[in-house]
Nanobody, 124 residues
Framework: VQLQASGGGLVQAGGSLTLSCVAS????????MGWFRQTPGKEREFVTA???????YYSSSVKGRFTISRDNSKNSVYLQMNSLKPEDTAVYYC???????????????????WGQGTLVTVSS
């Protein structure tokens, strides 16, 4: 199983970025997908998740600014990030959880597979 995240970079506050994550080695439609982020010295933080049927859930810190989507035909999940703030600076990780439940998981230990992370830096 491999999750390959990409799309991070440096952006000014108020700008936008789109992250992508391609999965291989799993039946993608059987998995809910999540995005987490982490800064040095802090625990990994839930950002958003999407279930197999494209039901979504967002953390309060990103709701209204970030949008998660998936394309099951491409084994891919995306994170569109708008109105970025310096506090959004972090390494972003995609994660996969085998589940067809409607309820989405928000804790890192509920996800079995992780990508390598992609760094997003938002300058003020």
């Amino acid at each position: 199983v491999q999750l390959q995240a990409s799309g991070g970079g440096l952006v000014q506050a108020g700008g936008s970025l789109t992250l992508s994550c391609v999965a291989s080695g799993i039946t993608f439609s059987d998995y809910s997908m999540g995005w987490f982020r982490q800064t040095p010295g802090k625990e990994r933080e839930f950002v958003t998740a999407i279930n197999w049927d494209s039901g979504r859930y967002y953390s309060s810190s990103v709701k209204g600014r970030f949008t998660i989507s998936r394309d099951n035909s491409k084994n891919s999940v995306y994170l569109q990030m708008n109105s970025l703030k310096p506090e959004d600076t972090a390494v972003y990780y995609c994660a996969a959880r085998r589940s067809r439940r409607i309820t989405l998981a928000t804790r890192p230990n509920e996800y079995a597979y992780w990508g390598q992370g992609t760094l997003v830096t938002v300058s003020s």
